[in-house]
C-alpha cells in the first residue's frame, strides 16, 4: 500500500526549498521580530478551562476524502466556531494534500478570531515555525513519525523561543517517547498517516502509557458526545475533530449541536 505521509514529506521537502529560494529564513525571522510582538493566547490553557475541549478544524480536503468542502471559507468558519463554543482552532495550512494555506490562518484572524489556533501541517523545518508565528498561530502540530528525536526537540525549543506551543502527535507505543521531550500538549492521532486508516481505539490503547499529568488530546475520528466522553474519562482533556463538523452545511452550527449534546450527556451523568 502506498504510504501517504511518506508522499507529503516528501513535497514537503521540495516546497520549502523553493520558500526558502524566494525569502530568505533570515529574511523571514526579522520580519517575525518586527511584526509579532503580542504573545498569542495559550492553547493548553482554554483546553483545562474549557468544559468541552473541542479543538474545531478548518479542514476543506483531505488525501483520503478528496474535496470535502471547496467553497469553505477562512474568513467566516473558524469565527463560527469560535462562536458556537470550540475551546480552540485547528487550521490545516497544507496546500497540496489538504487545501489549504497559511493565508487562512491571517484569514481568521483578520476575522475576528480571538481563541488559540494550532497550526497543523507536516513541520519538518525551522522555516515552517517561522510561518506559523507570522500569520497568526498560538501552537504547532509536530508529529513524532515525520522527525527524529533530536530534531523534534530543536523545533520545540524553536517554537517555545517564538512564543507558540507545541502539539506533539504520536500514534504508536513506539513514539510515546517522544513525550519525555516536554511538549505542551501530547497528541494521539487516530489515523494511521501512512495509510490514513482511523480508529480511536488508538487513543484508548495509549492513553494510560503517556505521561500523567500530560494535557492529553486526541486526534480524529470523533464523531459523537459519547466518544468524547469516554475519552474524557480516560484522561483526555483536548478533542481535535474536523470532518464531522466539515462535511456539514453550516459547520459552526454542527459544533453547538455537537457541544450541546455533550452537555446533555455530561448532565445526564452527574
Known amino acids: 500500500m502506498k504510504d501517504i505521509l511518506e508522499e507529503i514529506v516528501a513535497h514537503k521537502r521540495r516546497e520549502i526549498e523553493q520558500l526558502k529560494a524566494s525569502q530568505s529564513e533570515r529574511e523571514l525571522q526579522a520580519k517575525v521580530e518586527r511584526e509579532c510582538r ?38 467566516s468558519i473558524p469565527l463560527d466556531y469560535q462562536r458556537h463554543g470550540a475551546a480552540a482552532i485547528s487550521i490545516l495550512t497544507d496546500g497540496p494534500f489538504f487545501g489549504g494555506s497559511d493565508g487562512a490562518v491571517s484569514r481568521a484572524r483578520l476575522s475576528g478570531v480571538t481563541l488559540p489556533i494550532l497550526y497543523k501541517n507536516f ?44 502539539l506533539l502527535e504520536m500514534h504508536t507505543e513506539a513514539e510515546l517517547e517522544y513525550a519525555a521531550l516536554d511538549p505542551d500538549m501530547c497528541g ?49 482533556s483536548g478533542f481535535l475533530i474536523g470532518e464531522t463538523f466539515m462535511k456539514c452545511s453550516d459547520p459552526g452550527q454542527a459544533l453547538g449541536r455537537f457541544i450541546n449534546d455533550i452537555a446533555n450527556k455530561q448532565r445526564l451523568e452527574r
Open 188 to 236: 494521539v492521532n487516530n489515523r494511521n498517516l501512512g495509510t490514513f486508516e482511523t480508529t480511536v481505539d488508538n487513543s484508548f490503547r495509549l492513553a494510560a502509557l503517556l505521561p500523567p499529568g500530560a494535557t492529553k488530546v486526541s486526534e480524529s475520528g470523533i464523531s459523537s458526545a459519547d466518544t468524547v466522553a469516554r475519552l474524557r474519562r480516560a484522561g483526555f
Open 123 to 166: 513541520v519538518i523545518d525551522s522555516y515552517q515555525l517561522l510561518q506559523a508565528r507570522l500569520c497568526g498561530a498560538s501552537a504547532v502540530l509536530l508529529i513524532a513519525a515525520c522527525l527524529g528525536k533530536a530534531e523534534c526537540a530543536r523545533l520545540t525549543g524553536l517554537a517555545h523561543s517564538l512564543g507558540m506551543e507545541v
Open 38 to 75: 503580542d504573545a498569542p493566547p495559550s492553547m493548553a490553557q482554554a483546553l483545562a478551562r474549557s468544559a468541552t475541549g473541542i479543538i474545531a478544524e478548518f479542514k476543506r480536503k483531505s488525501p483520503s476524502k478528496g474535496w470535502i468542502k471547496a467553497d469553505g471559507s477562512p474568513d
